[in-house]
């Protein structure tokens, strides 16, 4: 198990931006009221399996959830739960089984997951979120999931905040953890997130959790839009192998205990915060994308050009989709062709002779026609990490940027034998 | 090179229904009319590279065309050229060169291997439709083409047929062919087809190319709505990898040497020729689904039960298409939690808790919900070929049925070095 942190390898490490400075040990506990826990209750065979978040306080929480129409019990659970007052105080997380199609019996487990968490810290049932993450179609083992229950004793550091991270994983193959600090009316406020990925990533959203934490305070309805104008752009960016799971979360806590005044969209440190939460929530995606199964290489489709922001999206998704440029990139194989292919069918009306295509930033394509490059530079471009895919589609100003990961053996060989 | 027949394969081997019966060794050239030829013009290493159907006659002709928005080259002369007056007479194909992003220079190339095959047979050029596959962006060596143009002499033979069966492959590795007669106005009809297929293959179509050939009398609308329905229900419903490509294009000739009354969807044998039209088109698109790149098996996914034709195509494309489903398979792993969760994102409004699943015959989960089944049982079934998985919607009395593959290790070492 690495323990490695996206933002020390794509060349962004120690990042400070005007507006944010990343954090070199990201810790989910930092933000003032928040603890945490993760330990080894027995529903994987050797790894920490249960994780929990608490926060002092009740938290202002939004959250955003698969689309999958087999939403799993916990999400269901959750949901409800958040209904109540758009608050929680505590996240209990199990990996190993994703209690998804087990009907009533999993919400019952899912219901009695919250209410035994919530007894345990001493807060009321809707308060506490329940995410599950694993095989699809078994009952949770509750006898399991109720020892650790009573086992998880949270606290605030960052070997706690580390045995979090590990206990929500499944095929990932490092933890994905973020965190940075952001001044608001001169305070410093902590952002910090974990994340898991691995299979089954897609938009919209797939196995994926994001847990967010922060001590801002800030207006409910400003972190719902925040979180989910975050999520188009991030989670919903991210392509592994085209599914979407049915038990996707991400979820933002806010404490609310840094004391400054109340973040909205009027507010002026509100642009330094949302940049802020959207590069946390941009790292975790990215890292969830590199991370995806078997794959050896980040690859990220930026598309340039084009006449919407729906429009430019909807491209990236396409080329980072393609199975054929996923295989390519795996080979370091300079095949626009694949590239300018999944362009094409990717429904977005482009013009067919007005694209051009960098790969590495060396021009292949102009006005969608090869031009004179040196295969052998940009091969060689392909072999390192990340891999840059630029498409411009000459139709206006909007732009996104998508992330993916090369098609492997591994792959293959993961996915061939994911529980035998 | 296995000169394998889908239909030899798959259990329907000699089928006769009432309606038509099947050939057993396919020859497109038994049409009425028809010849063919298949040389080696050096656009390939070694392999037939450049195909020939003529046919005595203009025949009623009818053809459908990638979706994607770069459409090659020679799918736009053969589009403009059919246009004239409906009918064909000749069609020539080269592989190992799409002639696809090659701009204006492209488009020359087609009509210039349009106008030299015209030339050679002594036709009208806009009577000569153009077909090309392989690698995008290249221009085609057109000296060599025009060489080979010279040298293929069609005739009316099985070897002959079998030539340009071989000429227009890539990567398949296999011909695809099927042949079946049926009787109109008492007279013996021949409808008969060839294919290639492998990488990209994905609704809407892809890298293949389909040709069919009979002496039916047909008029040219009645042609025109049994290519495109036939096509919406076979070609459409296979993938490989979910890419499509630039340089699909299914044609169906007719030439109307059968010298029975016209058909049309009046016609008391109409239902006969259909049925017989659809079989050999079906059977191509099982046999291109079967030989994707690197595959094992055949995936057959059945959608019953939906409130409409389209969503039932829907959710069977969502299936075939998911790469963990493929991968299962590959690996003989009954993981119907993947089946469920790809009919959960497919976008169609299924009853989340009245999804009936089946492998191999074998149910595995009713109403959403697992069943107590033997899973060394379902294991076994899915190690045969094809594997076939219902799904039941419980919604209505639409079905679909959509054709795949298993994701196997090579399928990611043909296309990491594709071009290397």
Avoid at 113 to 136: C, N
Avoid at 228 to 257: C, E, K
């Amino acid at each position: 198990m690495k323990n490695s942190v996206l933002t020390t390898e794509d060349g962004n490490a120690n990042e400070t931006s005007a507006e944010f400075s990343v954090v070199e040990e990201p810790d989910v506990t930092a933000p003032r009221g928040f603890r945490a826990a993760g330990v080894h209750c027995g529903v994987r065979r050797k790894r920490l399996d249960l994780g929990l978040i608490v926060c002092d306080v009740p938290a202002v929480t939004a959250a955003v959830y698969t689309t999958n129409t087999f939403q799993a019990a916990p999400l269901k659970v959750t949901q409800s739960s958040l209904q109540v007052d758009g608050k929680m105080q505590a996240i209990v997380v199990n990996s190993g089984n994703a209690n998804a199609c087990t009907g009533v019996e999993g919400e019952q487990d899912a219901y009695r997951m919250q209410a035994e968490a919530a007894r345990v810290i001493g807060i009321p049932p809707h308060y506490v979120g329940v995410a599950s993450t694993g095989v699809i179609g078994e009952r949770l083992p509750m006898d399991k999931i109720s020892k650790g229950i009573q086992e998880l004793k949270p606290q605030k550091d960052i070997s706690a905040s580390d045995d979090f991270c590990q206990s929500i994983l499944t095929t990932d193959t490092c933890v994905k953890k973020v965190h940075v600090t952001v001044k608001v009316d001169g305070v410093d406020v902590q952002v910090a997130g974990a994340a898991k990925g691995s299979g089954m990533i897609q938009p919209n959203m797939a196995t994926m959790l994001g847990f967010i934490t922060t001590d801002a305070v800030i207006e409910p309805s400003a972190l719902e839009h925040l979180l989910r104008s975050t999520t188009d752009a991030t989670y919903n960016m991210i392509a592994v192998d085209g599914d979407t799971s049915t038990n996707d979360m991400v979820i933002a806590m806010a404490s609310g205990l840094a004391g400054h005044q109340a973040l909205h969209e009027g507010h002026p440190d509100w642009a330094a915060f949302a940049t802020a939460f959207h590069y946390v929530n941009e790292q975790l995606a990215k890292a969830i994308a590199r991370d995806g199964e078997g794959a050896t290489k980040l690859i990220e489709v930026r598309v340039t050009g084009a006449a919407s922001c729906e429009m430019a999206r909807q491209t990236a998704k396409a080329v980072i989709g393609s199975n054929l440029v996923k295989t390519a990139v795996f080979g370091a194989d300079p095949n626009w062709g694949r590239i300018i292919c999944a362009v094409g069918y990717s429904d977005v009306p482009v013009q067919p002779d007005n694209v051009d295509i960098a790969i590495g930033g060396i021009p292949v394509v102009r006005r969608s026609f090869p031009v004179d490059y040196d295969e052998a530079k940009v091969a060689e471009a392909m072999k390192h990490d990340p891999v840059v895919i630029d498409v411009d589609l000459h139709q206006g100003k909007e732009e996104a940027t998508a992330w993916g990961c090369d098609l492997t053996y591994d792959y293959v060989r993961i996915n061939s034998s994911y529980r035998t």
